[in-house]
């Protein structure tokens, strides 16, 4: 499939497709032509590559998690658990930060906000 099918397939921009590529996420073998030539399995891995980047997840850690996550239960390593759990942390932290960053603000409004008329 080329470029443009897999980008309506996907959902995902032709431009976000080629950095996936470039970063090593996605492949493709080229025609005589040059045009890139897409497997069908690539929709599923760009799909899931999607969600990794909803979550937050940077590029160098989908690229080594997709092997990991493509590979059958009884192939998988601890190398998954390790990177997932390195990223349940990374976000538990982030929400622990804006927890404090929402109490400073809330203080402060709490502090500064002016008394209420009784009219």
């Not at 080594?64 to 997932?84: H, I, K, M, S, Y």
């Not at 960053?101 to 203080?107: G, K, M, S, Y």
Request: charged share 30%.
């Amino acid at each position: 499939m080329r470029i443009g099918e897999l980008a309506d397939a996907t959902g995902v921009s032709t431009r976000s497709l080629r950095y996936y590529e470039e970063q090593g996420l996605i492949r493709s073998a080229r025609t005589p032509g040059g045009w890139r030539d897409f497997e069908s399995s690539m929709v599923e891995r760009v799909v899931m590559i999607q969600h990794l980047f909803a979550a937050g997840v940077c590029s160098a850690t989908i690229y080594e998690l997709l092997p990991c996550l493509e590979a059958p239960p009884e192939e998988r390593t601890g190398v998954l658990e390790q990177l997932l759990a390195e990223q349940v942390e990374r976000l538990e932290a982030k929400r622990r930060d804006l927890d404090r960053e929402l109490d400073i603000l809330r203080a402060l409004r709490n502090e500064t906000a002016l008394p209420s008329r009784v009219g």
